[in-house]
């Protein structure tokens, strides 16, 4: 596969920048859908409970084996959806995040806080877009 070209517009005139996040990011090729991934190990299960950076770290490693699946990597993603179970675990999630993205040009991104998710042990749930040029016939 080659190398997949994104255009990252940081703050579109009129529109403040964002902190650790991109406003718009444009590409071509193909979509590639990550379903959203909690701090599940390979055995189903939970990892880090009660303690959000343990999650995070487990998450984006889900991330990342899933994009990998695709031929995608996180330079692929254009976009990130956060759901916590509370605002304040945000920076562990950030961590982990920084962790594996190119952090001048992170994705577009945005944060929930939801009241519950499927499994109470669980903090956080991570779900991911990605672009991948198409390859030439």
């Known amino acids: 596969m080659t190398e997949t070209k994104l255009t990252h517009i940081a703050a579109p005139e009129g529109v403040a920048p964002g902190r650790g996040y991109t406003q718009v990011v444009i590409g071509t090729g193909r979509l590639v859908a990550i ?3 909690v701090a599940l190990d390979e055995r ?3 990892v880090g409970e009660d303690d959000p950076a343990a999650q995070s770290r487990q998450v984006f ?5 899933c994009l990998a699946a695709a031929g995608a990597t996180f330079d692929d993603v254009v976009k990130l959806t956060y759901y916590v179970t509370d605002i304040r675990f945000l920076p562990a999630v950030r961590a982990a995040r920084d962790a ?3 952090v001048e040009r992170p994705p577009a991104s945005t944060a929930v806080q939801v009241s519950a998710l499927f499994d109470p042990r669980l ?3 991570v779900e991911a877009f990605a672009v991948l040029r198409e390859t030439a016939p």
């Not at 490693?61 to 084996?65: G, H, P, T, V």
């Open 35 to 37: 379903s959203g991934q």
């Open 44 to 46: 189903g299960e939970v």
């Open 61 to 65: 490693d889900n991330l990342r084996r």
């Open 100 to 102: 594996q993205v190119d």
């Open 123 to 125: 903090l956080l749930e």
